[in-house]
């Protein structure tokens, strides 16, 4: 298992889009995104705060990848 990064929530919303992904609603601070296989997960969007590896793992499996694929999305 190799080490994640804490990530802002915009780069994970990069991520997302890069796996096909687009926001489809907004409620108060979380976005919330699908793919058109059906696939969804919600990034939360809070003030000062990062995205840590845990979380970043929680979404991950909401998508169904492993969590260094969608870490290398974003290259």
């Given amino acids: 298992m190799s080490k994640l990064p804490v990530l802002k929530p915009h780069e994970v919303v990069a991520c997302l889009e890069a796996l096909g992904f687009v926001e489809v609603r907004q409620r108060s601070a979380h976005q919330q995104f699908r793919h058109m296989d059906g696939r969804g997960t919600t990034v939360p969007f809070h ?15 909401d998508i169904a990848v ?3 694929e969608l870490v290398a999305a974003r290259r």
């Fill in 66 to 68: 492993s969590a260094e």
């Fill in 47 to 61: 003030k000062g705060r990062d995205i840590s590896p845990i979380l970043l793992r929680k979404i991950a499996r």
